[in-house]
């Protein structure tokens, strides 16, 4: 059982009315409002009908009564304590005191009692919809009225009440509606608003939205999808009219009818299209599916976005180091033509590239076989460069060539129809001097417009430039390789010339041994600079200078040589040739190679030490006659004991089993040497 204090007290009804009239009052918002016309018109007629100086809309609220409309009363506003209406709010019908004075209820208010000293009171309540009251529309006068009002008096005043409450539905309908519209007008706003920033973010970054209806077949695509496409704007698009757009080779890669129905289709792809007006385009495709209940795709949606800038930026990139390269690698000048061309049509989405040998004095050109995109002729043949405009002279004085449109180039306006009838709308002329003659021109066609950007034009300018420095690379080099045989001619003239000189000078010394060495280490000299001269004159292999200086000598077969290729510097390689020579001729004379069965083995390695490489060199000879060290030493032994260049540390032993040595130097030192 509830204790009292946890009974909760009911409100009466004369709260819950007060409650209610204060809820009625929130909802027509109509307190502390402008004065209107149409509620004025009312106090107006009520005056008038009853004959009374006074009449008033009266509102009441908690604290105070106030007047919605009003004639023959000064205040706006009264306390609820000299509100005569309050007594008016219990009750549906008209409420009429004669003499205000006389009833109870009135005769101790002020403005009784007090200025304007009111004296008669009809007050008709005004009912809202629910039935709560909220006030009057009362009549007032200074003197008392006995007989009140009469008949139609009384339902003229009850009618005008009707109408009050009549009037704040209607201002009450009509403010909502009024909400309710700009409520409405700011969304469509905001609507429109966040469309427009949707639609520019979409033409910012290339990005168009579209919808598959993939039981029709049908696509529902933006203005920027269709600008992507570079295809009219419409409500609704076949989607054959966009797959025929997509270049044969991609085909592959974007959905069709029967990969959308059963949902196979990737839905992050990328491919490209060939445009009407804008050339070939890349396509980044990103969708996803809607299903139906059953889980069977009913819809394809969502954006594609314009990536050919940054597909042809890593393209031009590529094709620059793929380039270099090929070039790197190749060594005639048409080869070279046609790996630029190559990469060229590659990087500029080309319909034909490759590259043709010039006559200059004639201004022909005989066209090689090119590489071609599917569907384009071939230009294979002899043409001449004045039946397709005036550029030859610009090709003579080595620039490269640019035509973004035939039809508008001067330079081949009044040629166009020739060129567009090979398949050429769009031309890069790059010419090839070879020896300063104008003998080769690489060359880029597009079929129809492209879109052409300051990148694409300095891309081609790069590839002239390489190629330039490629062909001058390879002039070089061939100059290089002349004079290389040209001095080892006059140098091996000169040995010869030496080696006679020594002869004659020579002759009379008894000791014709210590001649024929000479002679031997000449002959070795001369070895060497072969060596040097096979290798460009930049220094030669260890193994090289070994194998021919055994070569020279006749044991090569009975010589095994293990190691990495490592090459030294020009001046090394001299000193290693004759460090080679001088070891074999005493291996032939008193070592390993004096014997039939006799070997020698040559090992030698390179290892890290701190910030350098070590070169270690092993000499070991085996099946020779026992070797003892020599008691005085002669020009060999002191070169051998220098080990390499004098470099390093040199390590020699005589043992029963043979002679062997090893010497060690700075792997860099070796190689700088020159």
Not at 112 to 139: K, M, N, Q, S
Not at 186 to 200: D, E, G, P, Y
Not at 308 to 315: F, I, P
Not at 557 to 586: C, K, W, Y
């Amino acid at each position: 059982m509830m204790s009292d204090d946890l009974i909760p007290t009911p409100f009466d009804s004369a709260d819950l009315d007060h409650l209610r009239r204060l809820e009625a009052l929130e909802a027509y918002d109509i307190l502390d409002t402008a004065p209107e016309p149409e509620f004025d018109d009312i106090v107006l007629i009520a005056s008038t009908v009853c004959c009374t100086p006074v009449s008033l809309v009266s509102l009441v609220e908690t604290e105070r009564q106030w007047f919605k409309a009003r004639i023959g009363f000064e205040a706006c506003e009264t306390p609820i304590a000299q509100s005569v209406c309050s007594h008016a709010l219990a009750m549906n019908e008209l409420l009429i005191i004669p003499d205000l004075t006389a009833d109870v209820r009135t005769r101790n208010n002020t403005l009784v009692t007090e200025a304007p000293h009111i004296r008669f009171y009809a007050g008709a309540p005004l009912v809202v919809p629910d039935g709560t009251v909220i006030g009057t529309l009362c009549v007032i006068d200074t003197v008392p009225r006995p007989q009140g009002l009469d008949d139609n008096q009384r339902k003229v005043l009850q009618a005008l009440s009707r109408q009050v409450v009549a009037l704040m539905e209607t201002r009450r309908v009509s403010q909502r509606k009024d909400e309710l519209f700009q409520r409405q007008k700011r969304l469509a706003a905001s609507i429109r608003f966040n469309a427009n920033k949707t639609v520019a973010a979409q033409k910012a970054g290339r990005i168009g939205t579209f919808e598959i209806d993939i039981a029709t077949n049908m696509i529902r695509g933006s203005d920027e999808f269709c600008r992507i496409f570079d295809i009219a704007p419409a409500d609704l698009i076949p989607t054959s009219q966009l797959e025929a757009l997509i270049v044969p080779e991609d085909r592959h890669i974007h959905s069709n009818n029967a990969t959308r129905r059963d949902a196979r289709a990737a839905t992050e792809v990328e491919y490209r299209i060939q445009t009407a007006n804008r050339g070939i385009r890349w396509i980044a495709r990103h969708a996803s599916y809607e299903h139906d209940a059953s889980g069977r795709p009913i819809t394809m949606f969502g954006t594609v976005q314009d990536i050919t800038t940054s597909k042809r930026e890593a393209a031009r990139v590529q094709a620059l180091l793929d380039l270099g390269d090929r070039l790197r690698d190749l060594d005639d000048v048409e080869s070279m033509a046609l790996a630029a061309s190559d990469l060229m049509a590659k990087a500029l989405d080309a319909s034909r590239a490759g590259f043709g040998i010039v006559d200059p004095i004639a201004e022909t050109v005989m066209m090689q076989p090119e590489w071609r995109a599917p569907g384009v002729s071939s230009l294979v043949g002899l043409h001449h460069f004045r039946d397709y405009g005036s550029y030859i002279d610009e090709l003579k004085a080595g620039q490269t060539v640019i035509v973004t449109d035939v039809v508008n180039d001067p330079r081949t306006a009044d040629k166009a129809q020739a060129l567009v009838d090979i398949g050429i709308r769009v031309l890069v002329n790059l010419p090839i001097f070879d020896h300063g003659q104008f003998n080769l021109v690489v060359f880029v066609h597009h079929d129809r417009p492209h879109d052409w950007t300051s990148q694409e034009i300095a891309l081609v300018r790069s590839f002239g430039d390489r190629m330039h420095l490629a062909i001058a690379r390879l002039q070089a080099e061939a100059d290089q390789d002349m004079l290389n045989r040209e001095i080892g001619h006059r140098l091996k003239n000169t040995f010869a010339m030496v080696q006679a000189i020594a002869s004659q000078t020579l002759r009379p010394i008894v000791e014709q041994e210590h001649v024929r060495n000479f002679e031997r280490r000449l002959h070795a000299l001369s070895s060497a600079h072969d060596s040097l001269l096979s290798q460009d004159g930049d220094g030669a292999d260890i193994g090289t200078v070994l194998r021919r200086t055994a070569d020279t000598l006749g044991v090569l077969e009975r010589i095994d040589a293990i190691g990495p290729a490592i090459s030294f510097g020009p001046r090394s390689t001299l000193s290693v040739s004759l460090l080679f020579h001088e070891l074999m001729t005493n291996a032939i004379k008193y070592g390993a190679l004096s014997e039939p069965g006799g070997r020698v083995v040559v090992e030698w390695q390179a290892a890290a030490k701190g910030d350098d490489s070590v070169l270690t060199l092993r000499w070991t000879e085996r099946g020779g006659p026992p070797v003892v060290e020599p008691e005085r030493s002669g020009f060999g032994s002191k070169l051998i004991k220098r080990g390499f260049m004098g470099t390093g540390g040199v390590t020699q032993s005589y043992s029963s089993l043979g002679y062997s040595v090893e010497m060690t130097a700075a792997l860099s030192q070796l190689q700088r040497a020159s």
